[in-house]
């Protein structure tokens, strides 16, 4: 089922008083308050692995920034893997692409559309908006359509009626930890709002080693906003507001280095807005509609300032304009796109070396400009989702959907492409017998790119013993290509050049004047595909004196094919479906509650990859492992300390410890709560590249925070 | 425990072998219960005439007719020249006791401030107090929530019962006070996430009819399962609760009555002490909570909607 959990409940309708208000005259009723706890579907029925963090679990963890949560999950590959740029992959593959895991944020997919990814920095919330994140672990397009490929995150923020009274927050430590978050909310007779404004801001891993010599800091600036609304007992409005601006510090691209100088720091500015609308009808307590409808938009653009050396003396000069003229694009193009044949031919092309000498003859001021690589997306998407009961024993959703991408790029796309898709999916719960569930799920969904694709997923979950379920899955699911895979038209275009470059037309041949390096798309990429199937136990139940336990275990078999596992850069665009992944093995989390005071969570995971290209494994962790202790101490103190694991990415291995203390205390109308925070790195290693280290091996950082 | 110790009328509750801190719990109960109603049994002395007060004649007939079947003969209702008077609710209960030169009175089924106002030295009163006693309602979360250990209890001036409450072993009662009622909401969202478990306490103010939306919604959506206080709770949204019906009353009113022959003194105002189990199944499997074979038999609710 598309829900796993779910708020709305609804004031049916009046039920008889407790038995000695038959006494009295004038008791009144309760009213029933009922409940799409009959339409949602727990954990132990859900046809697939689940991960629930919840706000303890957050809390516990002492993270900082939204994707460091994501270590809970077992299987989940989460690192920086790119000076400050995360990633997060449920059995990860290739370290710097997000394409193969869809990213909700209250229903609505931050993955974005017209680059596949999913941009952790820029997601616009909060750890502390959060109430709570589920994460599907295995395919689940039958539920979500394509892209929800390896798994779900499904991000669900805090509702504003169960937020009261202001906050302000602030956050220092090494590192150039710089945090500050303010937030208020407010209900009102029908309803509540909230809304928060948090600031982030780092080093990232440590400036002055290379390659990361300009350093890799960031800031982020997030808003989100959350109202809700009930007009009556059967409807509910929910509004959806927010968005981000993020400033991350980028590392200098070494293809560029090679041909040119950098003038100034690369930075990659990203701004997003999004707005959503949902409406909620309970029509009765087994038959609930929604409709949600949102759109969203982001702009981001990346400077490159740049002072291109000659390519025959290696020096600045005005010959380095050869690099955007006309005749070496031409040439480039009659190679065959060959970058290096067309550098070594470049010096005997009679058209080439004239427009050479014409630059010499420009007066010798060095071709210096900016490039910007900018990308523009925009989303609207409908949804109708209809939720029945209708029996005792069967639960169907089902809905339709539809969604308008538009991707817009000069350097990416030489323009706009838009791709619209429709979708129809049902999953039907079955219970044929009181411990059995059976779940058919199947998403159709048809896109301009792709064409008409069909994802299922068959599940059986047996409940063997009260508390005790075995779990059978079996399902498909699909990635498919972005606007920039199958439109891709690369043309990065000089600007703010010298006034003595003015003409272009004369000095380059062409105006505007571009790279000559040019990459298009064929616009044959095909979708990606998986298969996986799965054999799993969960279990909620108390053991004598050893306390509470929920305990999952699973069992995969995943293979990938039609995987498009070759570069998509610049200077390396190769668009073919031609990778293949295997992935086999077990994991297991174990939550522990030995007593009132005590929460022990356990999560490990054995994986073994075979993939035919090297760029497949490097995210790839054999073994990874997760342990963490929260400890209520009493008078508002509390204790964690956390152990990741993972062996290894890229042939390097992350072990890292970490504790925090704080303590939570009432000051009058207020209430004061602070926590201190390190993180201590187990090894030397750098994290999945070589240039991701810290000079300092310690994090640490104090956290007050007031409620008021 | 019903075989070990045959008692007249169905039994209070069918816990499921296996469930030890329960079935003890209930086994200790019944033991000391039915010793009681033992005592009352091997007596062959004549029924106690009593009279039935209620604010409704629907009331006091039905209560009248449970009387009978479950009584055993130990209660007779008479119109008059009655030995003591049976108040059946708040009001009855004050009426009784404000007549000029009332004999014994029992009120059944009396709210927690009616039982302080109302209960007085040299009143010849006592009363069944209205809801359910904490023991009993913690025996049913910890039945079917197990893993539950740190348990909310909000209570108001009004709830039935009061600061401090004693937590069995391996639990946490996180007691918070609500005054003014008023401070119900902000209350809840500040304190749900603490806690894996709401249990609510009988209180006409605090958990009525106008906040169980409130408390009902909010717990919900913060996924903290309610327990209490009461049937219609229960079938409102909140998981379960052990519930007194009238034949619950019945049998205590036969257990003050005992006593009262026996000593000429009413024993302390207390609860019922028997009860059913009401269940919302699907508030319980939305929350993944296993309602096991022994405790389907007893769920009462939302099967008959």
Known sequence: MRRIGGCALLVLGLWAAPVWAQFEETQGAVPRVLTPARLD??????????????????????????????????????????????????????????????????????????????????????????????????????????????????????????????????????????????????????????????DQRDDGYDAGLAPLDTGDSKRTTTVNGRAVWEPGYRDTLTLHAGGSRTRLDRPYERGLQDIAEYTDESVE??????????????????????????????????????????????????????????????????????????????????????????????????????????????????????????????RLVAGINVRHDRGESRAYLSGTAENVSHRLFANLAVNPLAPVTVSLGGFWEHDDISGELFSPRAGINWEVLPGHTLRAVYARAVRTPDIYEDQANINLEIRDLPPSYADRQALLGWAPAYFFVNQQSPGTVQPERIRS???????????????????????????????????????????????????????????????????????????????????????????????????????????????????????????????????????????????????????????????????????????????? | MSRARPRPGPPLWRAPAGRCSLSLMLAAWLLVWGLAGEAAAQTPAPAVTARLLAASPEAATHFADRLRALGDGAVRVVERDAELTLALGDEAFRMALSAPGHGPVLGVGVTTDRVREQVTAGCRCSAIRAGASLAAQLAVLSELMPAARRIGVMLGPHSAWQAPLVAPPGLILDVIAVDPPQRLGPLLRRQLPDWDALLLPT????????????????????????????????????????????????????????????????????????????????????????VTPGIRLERTLENTP
């Open chain 1, 41 to 198: 579907q727990p954990v132990s029925e859900v046809p697939a692995s689940v991960t629930v963090i919840d706000r303890e679990l957050i809390h516990a963890s002492g993270a900082r920034e939204l994707y460091e949560v994501m270590r809970l999950v077992p299987g989940m590959s989460v690192a920086k893997t790119d000076g400050n740029l995360p990633s997060v992959a449920y059995h990860g593959t290739q370290a710097r692409d997000q394409r193969r895991m869809l990213v909700l944020l209250d229903g609505r997919s931050v993955y974005q559309p017209g680059f596949a990814r999913v941009n952790w920095n820029a997601i616009p919330v909060a750890l502390e908006d959060v109430e709570r994140i589920e994460v599907t672990r295995g395919p689940a397009s039958a539920a979500y359509g394509a892209n929800a490929f390896v798994g779900v995150i499904n991000i669900i923020t805090r509702d504003p009626r169960d937020v009261g009274g202001q906050q302000a927050r602030l956050r220092l430590g090494n590192n150039g930890i710089r945090d500050a978050r303010v937030a208020a909310s407010q209900q009102f007779d029908q309803g509540a709002w909230r809304l928060s404004v948090n």
């Open chain 1, 269 to 394: 500015r990203a701004d997003r807005l999004f707005l959503g609308l949902d409406w909620q009808r309970q029509f009765s307590s087994s038959h609930q509609l929604k409709v949600s409808v949102y759109a969203q938009h982001n702009d981001e653009e990346t400077n490159l300032d740049l002072c291109f050396n000659d390519p025959l003396t290696g020096n600045g000069g005005p010959g380095g304009g050869l690099f955007f003229s006309k005749e070496l694009r031409d040439l480039y193009l009659a190679n065959g796109g060959d970058l290096d044949q067309t550098l070594a031919s470049a010096p005997a092309d009679p058209a080439v070396q004239n427009r050479y000498a014409t630059l010499l003859a420009n007066g010798g001021e060095p071709f210096c400009g900016t490039g910007w690589l900018d990308v523009s997306e925009t989303r609207y998407d409908l949804e109708i989702q209809d939720t029945l009961q209708f029996s005792e024993w069967a």
């Open chain 1, 533 to 708: 199937r799965e054999l799993g136990y969960y279990g909620r139940f108390t053991a004598g004196a050893l306390g509470a336990m929920e305990l999952d275990l699973r069992y995969f078999q995943e293979e990938l094919w039609d995987l498009v596992s070759g570069q998509l850069n610049p200077f390396n665009f190769e668009p073919e479906n031609d990778g293949k992944v295997r992935h086999r093995g077990t994991e297991a989390q174990l939550s522990w509650r030995p007593t009132a005071s005590h929460l022990l969570r356990l999560t490990g995971a054995r994986i073994h990859t075979e993939a035919n290209q090297g760029a497949e494994q490097r995210f790839a962790a054999r073994d990874s492992a997760g342990a963490l202790w929260y400890w209520r101490l009493g008078g508002g103190w509390w204790w964690s300390t956390a152990y990741h694991l993972a062996r290894d990415y890229n042939d390097y291995p992350f072990e890292r410890i970490d504790a925090q203390i704080g303590r939570r205390q009432r000051l009058g109308p207020t209430e004061l709560e602070w926590s201190l925070l390190l993180q201590q790195p187990l090894n030397d290693e750098p994290v999945v590249f070589d240039e991701n280290r810290y000079q300092d091996d310690q994090r640490y950082w104090l956290t007050v925070t007031v409620n008021f």
């Open chain 2, 203 to 290: 209180d006409p103010i605090l958990f009525g009819p106008g906040t169980a939306r409130l408390v009902l919604l909010t717990s919900y959506r913060q996924r903290v399962p309610v327990f209490g206080p009461d049937a219609d709770y229960v079938h409102a949204g909140s998981v379960a609760s052990a519930v007194p019906n009238s034949d619950d009353l019945v049998r205590a009113v036969r257990r003050w009555v005992a006593q009262w022959r026996a000593t000429g003194r009413w024993q302390e105002p207390g609860f019922a002490g028997h009860y059913h189990l009401v269940i919302n199944d699907h508030v319980a499997r939305a929350y993944d909570l296993s």
